[in-house]
């Protein structure tokens, strides 16, 4: 059985393919104080893809959305759910709010990411803010 991508090696993997969020990730570290604020950390990873599709400096995105499609198909629950929540899903709120949105991202996109970017499209399909996606959720599960 192949072990599962963790926490830990998923970030340190982030920061391979973009060494250029170091600075961010390391101020997020001292800021963090010690305490686990992975949402917030993927955040940093996010934040940086935008800005790099805002000044049309996309050669990493191969490299970028391919460690996103194997943090998917290979990390362990928490880190699927990292991927999604915390950087896919991130990466389609902060960059609406751009000059291109998100729908540059598309087709950069492996197939269970893909997957998962639509996903959250069809969550948020409709809505206007995280508690009438959450309120859909619950009602589902009922």
């Known amino acids: ?3 599962e991508i963790n926490k830990s090696e998923m970030f340190s993997s982030l ?3 973009l060494p250029s ?3 961010a990730w390391e101020e997020h570290l001292k800021d963090s104080e010690g305490d686990d604020l992975s949402y917030v950390g993927i955040s940093v990873f996010t934040r940086r893809i935008v800005e790099l599709s805002e000044n049309n400096k996309m050669e ?3 490299s970028v959305f391919a460690t996103v499609e194997k943090l998917l198909r290979e990390g ?3 880190v699927k759910g990292l991927m999604i929540v915390g950087f896919l899903e991130s990466l ?3 960059s609406s709010w751009t000059n291109r949105g998100s729908k540059d991202f598309v087709e950069w996109l492996q197939p269970k990411t893909l997957q998962a ?6 969550a948020w399909e409709g809505k206007s803010n995280l508690g009438e996606v959450l309120r859909e959720e ?5």
């Open 1 to 3: 059985m192949k072990k």
């Open 15 to 17: 920061l391979g393919i």
């Open 21 to 23: 969020a170091k600075d």
């Open 60 to 62: 990493t995105f191969p």
């Open 76 to 78: 362990n629950e928490e």
């Open 92 to 94: 389609q709120n902060i």
């Open 117 to 122: 970017w639509k996903e959250l499209e069809t």
């Open 138 to 142: 619950l009602n589902q599960k009922r």
